[in-house]
């Protein structure tokens, strides 16, 4: 369900700000699962945008979409110290 009044133009242009910047992420998963990890937004496409994680544990990329965004699923927050 959608949670705000912006437009998927604008989460966009946001995430194109946060482009080569450390962020933190929170995804929910459903059934009151959700995984945080810190990353970097390395490329971003019309349709999605791809993370860097930074832990060596984890997958190495990952994608998301810019309406997961928009519902809520993924949170990204720029990362005080890089």
Known sequence: ?????????EIAEQIKSL???????????????????SG???????????IKVDNPIA????SYSYNEVLCGDVKITKNSKK
Not at 19 to 37: A, D, Y
Not at 40 to 50: A, G, K, Q, R
């Open 19 to 37: 482009r080569g910047e450390s962020v933190k992420m929170s995804i929910t998963k459903g059934r009151r699962k959700s995984e945080k990890f």
């Open 59 to 62: 997958q190495n990329m990952l």
């Open 1 to 9: 369900m959608r949670k705000s009044g912006i437009t998927l133009e």
């Open 40 to 50: 970097e937004i390395v490329n971003v496409y019309p349709s999605i945008f791809t």
